[in-house]
C-alpha cells in the first residue's frame, strides 16, 4: 500500500470522530512528504474548480434555458407576451412533472429487480452527501440514504435537462448547415 493510500485509509476510518479525525489527519500530513501534501492540495483544487466550472456552466445554461428565443428574420427575440409566457411556463410544470414521474417510474422498476449482496467491502466503503460528509454504507442511517437518493435524483434530472439542451444543440447545428453553435448569426451577448 503506497503513502498516499495509507493515509487516506487512516483518515476515512477516523470519520465517524471529526475532533480524533482532525488530530490524526494533521499527523498524518506532518508524515507526509512535501511533494505528496502538494499532490493532494493539487488534487483537492482540481476537484473544486471542477465543481464550481460545473455549478457556473449549469447556471449559464439555465439563464439561457429561462429566456425562450423565437427565431424572425434572422435575428433572436428574447421577448414574449405576458400570455407566451404563462402558457410556456405551464408547458414546463408538465415536462417537469413527466420526468419525475419517469424517473420514479425507472427506479422502481429498477429497484425490483436489484438483489443486493451485503459485502463487507460495500458495507466499508463511503458515499457523499450534499454537504460534502462522507458516509459508510455500513453506518448510514435511512435518514442519510434518503438524503443520497434525493441527491442522486436531483441529478438524474439535471442530465435529462442538459442531455435535452445537447439534443437542441444538434438540431439547431443540423438546421443551420452550420458546425457549431459559434457560426450561427444573431447570436444573444
Not at 471529526?18 to 492540495?41: G, H, N
Not at 435524483?153 to 435529462?160: F, I, K, P, R
Request: hydrophobic content about 45%; charged content about 30%.
Amino acid at each position: 500500500m503506497s503513502a498516499l493510500e495509507e493515509a487516506v485509509e487512516k483518515v476515512a476510518a477516523l470519520l465517524d470522530d471529526p475532533e480524533a479525525a482532525d488530530k490524526e489527519a494533521a499527523l498524518i500530513v506532518i508524515k507526509m512528504s512535501r511533494s505528496l501534501v502538494l499532490m493532494l492540495a493539487k488534487l483537492e483544487l482540481l476537484e473544486m474548480a471542477n465543481h464550481f466550472q460545473r455549478a457556473t456552466t449549469r447556471t449559464i445554461e439555465k439563464a439561457s434555458e429561462s429566456r425562450p428565443a423565437r427565431r424572425k428574420g434572422g435575428a433572436w427575440l428574447r421577448e414574449m407576451s405576458p400570455e407566451a409566457q404563462a402558457d410556456l411556463e405551464r408547458r414546463e410544470e408538465e415536462i417537469n412533472g413527466r420526468m419525475w414521474t419517469t424517473i420514479a417510474d425507472a427506479l422502481s422498476d429498477y429497484r425490483e429487480n436489484l438483489r443486493m449482496e451485503w459485502t463487507r467491502e460495500l458495507l466499508d466503503s463511503f458515499f457523499a452527501l450534499p454537504d460534502g460528509t462522507r458516509v459508510a454504507w455500513g453506518k448510514a442511517s435511512s435518514d442519510q440514504h434518503a438524503i443520497r437518493i434525493d441527491m442522486l435524483l436531483g441529478n438524474a434530472a439535471g442530465n435529462l435537462e442538459t442531455a435535452a439542451r445537447h439534443q437542441v444543440a444538434i438540431e439547431t447545428l443540423m438546421s443551420n448547415g452550420v458546425s457549431c453553435l459559434n457560426e450561427l448569426e444573431g447570436v444573444s451577448p
